[in-house]
């Protein structure tokens, strides 16, 4: 993206079918909306160790953009599921006041898998759904498949 949102694989490749994993996703979804990583990260995940994402983890820790996954870990090198993708969208913008506005009709239940939605995401989905953020495809949302770059890049795309 040419805002310096995400780089490629390698130089000139972008790779849109590769697995994206949860801080690379969180990393520049923060990017995208111009929150900066804490810079002396206090209270982070106890595997948020010592790399490029460790003050974006602190810095959604602490802006309630994520709980992680239990026990104070997020799992940044797991590859990210739809529903996670989606969930830690509609808490940034929840955080920074810019949920979308506006009904499609869509709820959750329009779609052929809205059971396969675990609880901690219905929240989320059921208004991204609402708002049209979350279209699916043939009638499903696929919430446990893991998200490549390409969807990550057009999510993004089609908020910015």
Same mark, same amino acid.
């Given at each position: 993206?040419?805002?310096?949102?995400?780089?490629?694989?390698?130089?000139?490749?972008?790779?849109?079918? !590769?697995?994206?994993?949860?801080?690379?996703? &969180?990393?520049?979804?923060?990017?995208?909306? =111009?929150?900066?990583?804490?810079?002396?990260?206090?209270? #982070?995940?106890?595997?948020?160790?010592?790399?490029?994402?460790?003050?974006? $983890?602190?810095?959604?820790?602490?802006? #309630?953009?994520?709980? +992680?996954? +239990?026990?104070? &870990?997020?799992?940044?090198?797991?590859?990210?599921?739809?529903?996670?993708?989606?969930?830690? $969208?509609?808490?940034?913008?929840?955080?920074? =006041?810019? $949920?979308?506005? =506006?009904?499609?009709?869509?709820?959750?239940?329009?779609?052929?898998?809205?059971?396969?939605?675990?609880?901690?995401?219905? !929240?989320?989905? !059921?208004?991204?759904?609402?708002?049209?953020?979350?279209?699916?495809?043939?009638?499903l949302l696929t919430p446990e498949s893991i998200a490549t770059r390409a969807e990550m890049a057009?999510? $993004?795309? #089609?908020?910015?």
């Amino acid at each position: 993206m040419s805002r310096g949102i995400t780089t490629g694989t390698a130089e000139g490749i972008f790779s849109p079918q !590769e697995q994206l994993t949860r801080s690379q996703y &969180l990393v520049m979804l923060m990017r995208a909306y =111009g929150i900066e990583p804490d810079a002396q990260p206090k209270d #982070n995940f106890l595997d948020a160790g010592s790399t490029y994402y460790t003050g974006y $983890l602190a810095a959604a820790k602490r802006l #309630n953009i994520t709980k +992680g996954i +239990g026990s104070n &870990l997020f799992a940044p090198e797991r590859p990210i599921t739809r529903q996670e993708m989606f969930t830690l $969208l509609y808490n940034t913008l929840k955080e920074l =006041g810019e $949920l979308p506005v =506006g009904t499609t009709g869509t709820t959750l239940e329009s779609f052929r898998d809205a059971d396969k939605v675990a609880p901690w995401a219905k !929240e989320a989905m !059921e208004y991204l759904a609402k708002t049209g953020m979350v279209r699916g495809s043939d009638g499903l949302l696929t919430p446990e498949s893991i998200a490549t770059r390409a969807e990550m890049a057009q999510v $993004l795309y #089609n908020l910015l």
